[in-house]
Nanobody, 123 residues
Framework: QVQLVESGGGLVQAGGSLRLSCAAS????????MGWYRQAPGKQRELVAT???????NYPDSVKGRFTISRDNAKNTVTLQMNSLKPEDTAVYYC?????????????????WGQGTQVTVSS
């Protein structure tokens, strides 16, 4: 069984920083894209950041310059460093990963989601 487990999050004042981490575990063969998404109450889930296996990153304008995504391919982890946080960043943050599991002769594809972690930014 493959899964993503998130850690981090919490309550911070506006202008502060938080760090989210996500680890993939199980019989992993390889991981392609990894990313973070968020969902605020009453809103749709939205992209926060993505990173390819080669390290290419993508951010929406709303977080560009404030958030940084990184990954450790050897440890199957992805991290989101969030700086200069704003109240509008308040949401449940979800880790996402495109994973191949199993032996090479019987690979299975998974689009995995973490359990979600709450980030609350007070004004």
């Amino acid at each position: 069984q493959v899964q993503l487990v998130e850690s981090g999050g919490g309550l911070v004042q506006a202008g502060g920083s938080l760090r989210l981490s996500c680890a993939a575990s199980g019989n992993i063969f390889s991981i392609n894209d990894m990313g973070w998404y968020r969902q605020a109450p009453g809103k749709q889930r939205e992209l926060v950041a993505t990173i390819t296996s080669g390290g290419r990153t993508n951010y929406p304008d709303s977080v560009k310059g404030r958030f940084t995504i990184s990954r450790d391919n050897a440890k199957n982890t992805v991290t989101l460093q969030m700086n200069s946080l704003k109240p509008e960043d308040t949401a449940v943050y979800y880790c996402n990963a495109d994973v191949l599991s199993g032996p090479f002769y019987r690979l299975l594809h998974h689009n995995l989601w973490g359990q979600g972690t709450q980030v609350t930014v007070s004004s």
